[in-house]
């Protein structure tokens, strides 16, 4: 029973465009949720993160929107570049079996072609 | 400030062995998680240890362990190793247990022959 889903595998952009990444999530007691980029062979880095009782925010090229009633997040990159090709996960913290523990997604491959 | 280190970064054991990971947290964090990446299943939480106690555990087997001592460094010891025990062994810190963002380490690649 996977409580955050990333559906898409993977995700090929050009240099220069919005990248937009997306995450579900099945437990409407989550109140914390963040992204994580990650680079073979390295650990996951973190992106950027928002809380429940927000809508968005923003860190330079980074924006996280969150809709509430749908269970959906999402990340845009704008503008992207070649540089940001890497794994990102979706994460998830808030009142579940582990306590505190961020439950993940299984991740979507970012390709930015130049 | 130094990121969170893990050792070794490579390690080859055969089933039925044990291993134990060494985890030393950002200075000043004395949260400690683990995870499990696998192909298969993405990351897993495995157990959390704050102030030398365990936390919160994920659904594992008893075989996986851990503990963490005074200075925070964690360790974390699968014995009776399975072939589906081959994965990338993470472990995050963070200055307080259920604080929001926790910064990872670059793992320890186990490879179980």
């Known amino acids: 029973d996977q409580q955050v889903k990333q559906n898409s595998p993977s995700l090929s952009v050009q240099e220069g465009r919005i990248s937009i990444l997306n995450c579900d999530y099945t437990n409407s007691m989550f109140d914390y949720f963040l992204w994580y980029k990650k680079y073979p062979a390295e650990g996951p880095t973190f992106l950027i993160s928002i809380s429940s009782i927000k809508d968005k925010n923003e860190d330079g090229r980074f924006t996280v929107f969150l809709n509430k009633s749908a269970k959906h997040l999402s990340l845009h990159i704008v503008p992207s570049q070649p540089g940001d090709s890497a794994v990102y996960f979706c994460?998830?913290?808030?009142?579940?079996?582990?306590?505190?523990?961020?439950?993940f997604g299984k991740g979507t491959t970012l390709s930015v072609s130049s | 400030k130094a990121g969170v280190t893990q050792t070794p970064r490579y390690l080859i054991k055969t089933r039925g062995q044990q291993v134990t990971l060494s985890c030393s947290p950002i200075s000043g964090h004395r949260s400690v998680s683990w995870y499990q990446q696998t192909p298969g299943q993405g990351l897993q939480f495995l157990f959390e240890y704050f102030s030398e106690t365990q936390r919160n555990k994920g659904n594992f087997p008893g075989r996986f362990s851990g503990r963490q001592f005074s200075n925070s460094r964690s360790e974390m010891n699968v014995s009776t190793l399975e072939l589906g025990d081959s994965a990338l062994y993470l472990c995050?810190?963070?200055?307080?247990?259920?604080?929001?963002?926790?910064?990872f380490g670059p793992g320890t690649r186990l490879l179980v022959l």
């Open positions: 995050a810190s963070r200055r307080l247990a259920g604080e929001e963002t926790q910064y």
């Open positions: 994460a998830a913290r808030g009142d579940n079996q582990a306590g505190t523990a961020l439950i």
